[in-house]
């Protein structure tokens, strides 16, 4: 029996999938299959899966919503566990306890049902609890009134994680470490399995005008996620410059190749047109990469992150 059989087997045979086309997983609608692919329901699979995984040396990957990654078109050699671990609950005081792949949507949905505040400014933005806390989500809110870069961490409390080492525990911001687009998840291979986040009490009629502000400030900003699929911002921010606007400056909004689009209306994103394959993504960040490395010398990192094989 090989590795993968013996995996399959610890995780529940009906439970495994196999050769999955992960496409469908990401907002970018890119990437090959997965060798093993199991869906993880509750926080207690998410980190027997990881364990199992561990054990039989099998590479594995925890994916969210697939909003920050790029997979490609060779598909991962190894376990994907895709974390739908979404239990949450409110207690009296605003904390909200929540599975790590509850998606900030519904979050979103039940606090300001339940007139608590905090959640609202990050509406439109795909993310799980897990991916969110990873890469300390955050938004420029466009309000002149409330003008400035808003992070997760703000209402962050705690959370448990299976720890690279094994271990299950509670952590809190001092062992997170957040940062802008950083957190100690990018360098250590702990998982977050569930979070505690602190909530203010917010009217809801003032939290449905942030939602709808920030929503027409996307809506007339980046492209539609439903119609031209895309991983959000292709390259870390450029402090005071601004990745997407070296982009432009290089007249390269709308370039193709294959079916990946340099956006027309944000050259820091690029779109998948249908048929775009993960080659055709790398290709045109190489070639952006390029111009803007010849004009203003300024090297353009991605900040997505690159999914097996390409
Ligand atoms: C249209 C669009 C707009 C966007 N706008 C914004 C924005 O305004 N602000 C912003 O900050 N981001 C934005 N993003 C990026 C993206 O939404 C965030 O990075 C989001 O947090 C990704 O979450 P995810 O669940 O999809 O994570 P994935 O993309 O599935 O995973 C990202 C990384 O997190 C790791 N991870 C996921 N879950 C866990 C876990 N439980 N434990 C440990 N590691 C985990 C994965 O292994 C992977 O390395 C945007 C993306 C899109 C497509």
Avoid at 81 to 108: C, P, Q, Y
Avoid at 283 to 298: D, P, S, T
């Amino acid at each position: 029996m090989t590795t993968t059989d013996t995996l399959a087997r610890a995780l529940g045979a009906d439970r495994v999938l196999r050769d999955v086309p992960l496409a469908p997983y990401t907002t970018f609608r890119i990437g090959g299959p997965a060798d093993l692919f199991f869906e993880a329901r509750s926080a207690d699979e998410l980190a027997n899966a990881v364990l199992a995984a561990r054990k039989t040396g099998v590479p594995y990957f925890v994916l969210g919503l697939g909003a920050n990654i790029l997979v490609g078109d060779r598909g991962f050699r190894g376990l994907v566990i895709r974390n739908v671990a979404s239990t949450h609950a409110f207690d009296a005081d605003g904390r909200l306890r929540t599975d790590s792949g509850a998606t900030m949507k519904e979050l979103i949905i039940d606090a300001v049902r339940n007139g608590w505040s905090g959640f609202e400014h990050y509406v439109g933005i795909p993310s799980t609890v897990g991916g969110a806390i990873w890469q300390n989500l955050h938004f420029l809110s466009p309000a002149p009134e409330r003008e400035r870069t808003m992070f997760i961490a703000e209402v962050f409390e705690s959370c448990e994680i299976l720890s690279e080492e094994g271990e299950r525990k509670t952590v809190g911001p001092e062992y997170v470490k957040f940062g802008y687009d950083d957190s100690v998840f990018h360098h250590r291979r702990d998982v977050v399995l569930s979070a505690t986040f602190r909530l203010q009490r917010g009217d809801p009629a003032a939290m449905h005008r942030v939602m709808q502000e920030n929503l027409s400030w996307r809506g007339s900003r980046h492209p539609w996620l439903d119609y031209h699929p895309s991983a959000g911002s292709i390259f870390k921010k450029i402090e005071g410059v601004g990745a997407g606007r070296l982009v432009d400056q290089c007249g390269l909004k709308g370039r193709r190749v294959g079916d990946a689009q340099i956006s027309h209306i944000h050259a820091n994103i690029l779109v998948n047109l249908g048929g775009a394959t993960a080659a055709d993504v790398r290709e045109l960040i190489a070639l952006a990469q390029g111009a803007v490395k010849e004009r203003f010398q300024h090297s353009l990192e991605p900040e997505i992150g690159f999914i097996g094989e390409f």
